[in-house]
DNA sequence: GACAGAAATGTGAGCGATCACATTTTCGAG
DNA sequence: CTCGAAAATGTGATCGCTCACATTTCTGTC
């Protein structure tokens, strides 16, 4: 590979000359920046950006670090930080691992902090990652895609509080007054958030709380929680914390003929492809992810600017009314708590 | 941040020593080694991966590209390929891209190129990706993770056109004469490897092929091509070319209230964590995208330690049985074309 | 305790760019 | 023309490490 004094060779000129070219610095005479741009493409140079990285000090790359399972949504608000980063010349070094493991976490921390990442993208929800890196004295700004506001204003969020605000009033709207509730794992903050938006609607009409079974966002843990919700007494509607477990709900009741929504009402959250699909079409409230995502990297862009971290970013999520969810009695309600199946 | 300079100053040796305790060379004395793990201890001093870069040339640094949607098994290979790398030494740099663009996909590649990555990885199945890397002359590896073999070596895949066998065979054992299939995008390379199996199977038999509607992956596309299978004539069992569009399927058959698999059998592809929740469960072939996201590290660390590239691997899917293929005559077969509600 | 050979350690150059500053060239005004 | 300021270009140091090779310090043997 050719390098910069070779260019500079070919051109007759001096490196730092081809540096300005290179920079594009307008004090280069055109001639003399034709002459240049053409040994570039004659040798078909390109400037090593290590080289570079060692005296400037920046390497223009974003660390990336995504916990737990490849699930829809962080996913999709990595593949829109990704592509907001590269617009904005940043490169992405992601480190992505199934556990939430303290340990792991930062020691991947150490890995990209070694490689002189300019900033760290924490993108996860559990507690346990959170706290791996709530305390951490970082030379680099770590901004976190998190909603509780335990990371003060390094925060980019969807309000999880409000999404579940809106699913618990949709129902209450319904008619619905024995509205439970199926729990995130007790793991995650934005499960905490849901649950606390949950919650809250129910004070504030002065409905009935029961206590919440939680699952771990998968279907089968949904299938689990819907059988202890059946079996722990008389309701009308379910909030599920995300559109995986509403899923497994829904398969359940399927299961038990128990009709969605005629007997019981279901409200998810999320909206994955899938959910527009399922049997029924799935109510549920839809987060974008994506523009998440892009948002996370404007934060970042201001804070690499210089400026300080301001109050954190929250978006607002909507509701997404589909067939699952209907008044209260448009079937019988269920009245007596359900034995399962022998 | 202190450098290695600072590190053999406070140890009492140079910097060269330091160096070579950095690298673990069991040239220097025990006594000495503690000494300068103590500095570097002391300084809390990181090796600036940079500069190392700068003088061997060697990044420790694999390019993903992955384009598309984050859908469930390209995220998952990404997690399984993350993992492999960072358990081997190696940083990964990952260009997301919701397109498949040719011209951001060479820029991509351009920018890892530039930044000096020792190999790539391409994460896509459709023809535009594929075709857009296939003659491009590069100083370093690349692997893609693609099944029908038009990269020669540099491949590592789950055979689909063994699991579209599986899935096809599995119907016919069933006794279904009439399988129709929904295929994937004609741009992806996965999809028409899943025709092909399709295809195989029937003609082995002796079973009537009737040209296959494709989809685009997503449910939506499997509802509307479930509406135009059903209005082309006789069948008793679909082959789905993924889940997703199986879902698609169950929701449009559900809404006719064609019974699953009374009427029609349905077997999916990919066995996503939802499939199993479908209403009814869903029967579909397996790939472990977690495994092939490894095995895809272990093919290029082989390369990367100069091995030649060897035989694509490929490793085989599996049928995973649920409850949406049944025997056919289980239910009363689909005897007339059904016409689209009105 | 002298010596050779091995083991341990040190020295200076160089990777490929940018930075700070020095030098040369150009251009317009008098 | 000359002069001086502005524009254009060049020079050498430097970032933090490894490489190649030089030098010093240990060993063990006679």
Redesign the pocket.
């Known amino acids: 590979?050719a390098?910069?004094?070779d260019v500079a060779r070919l051109a007759?000129?001096?490196?730092?000359?081809v540096?300005?070219v290179?920079?594009n610095e307008?004090?280069?005479?055109p001639?003399?920046k034709a002459r240049v741009e053409a040994a570039i493409a004659e040798l078909h140079y390109r400037?090593?950006m290590v080289?570079?990285a060692?005296?400037?000090r920046k390497t223009r790359t974003i660390g990336l670090i995504s916990t737990g399972n490849p699930l829809y949504g962080p996913s999709s608000t990595a593949l829109g930080f990704n592509e907001a980063a590269r617009e904005a010349g940043y490169q992405v070094t992601s480190a992505s691992m199934s556990t939430s493991d303290r340990g792991a976490i930062l020691e991947a921390i150490d890995v990209l902090v070694a490689q002189n990442v300019e900033a760290l993208v924490l993108i996860a929800s559990d507690v346990a990652s959170i706290e791996a890196v709530q305390d951490l004295e970082l030379q680099v700004p770590l901004i976190t895609a998190e909603s509780s506001g335990r990371m003060g204003g390094h925060s980019v969020s969807i309000d999880q509080f409000r999404g579940a605000e809106l699913a618990t009033s949709y129902l209450a709207d319904l008619g619905h007054r024995r509205i439970v509730h199926l729990a995130g794992p007790s793991t995650s903050l934005d499960a905490a958030e849901r649950e606390r938006g949950w919650r809250s609607v129910l004070a504030s009409r002065g409905l009935e709380t029961r206590e919440p079974v939680a699952g771990d966002w998968s279907p089968e843990s949904g299938y689990a929680a819907a059988e202890r919700l059946l079996g722990g007494g008389d309701f009308t509607a379910i909030f599920a914390a995300n559109d995986q477990m509403a899923l497994g709900v829904l398969h359940a009741l399927s299961d038990r003929g128990l009709p969605v929504p005629g007997r019981i009402s279901i409200v998810g959250f999320d909206d994955i492809p899938e959910a527009a699909h399922f049997i029924p079409p799935l109510t549920t409230v839809r987060q974008d992810f994506g523009e998440l995502g892009r948002r996370i990297m404007e934060s970042l862009l201001e804070v690499l600017r210089g400026q300080e971290f301001g109050e954190p970013v929250r978006t607002e999520p909507r509701l997404i009314e589909r067939a699952s969810a209907a008044p209260v009695g448009a079937g019988r309600a269920v009245t007596q708590p359900i034995a399962p199946p022998t």
């Open positions: 590979m390098n910069i004094t007759g000129v001096s490196h730092q000359t540096s300005r290179l920079n307008n004090t280069v005479r001639s003399t400037p090593s080289a570079r060692l005296v400037t």
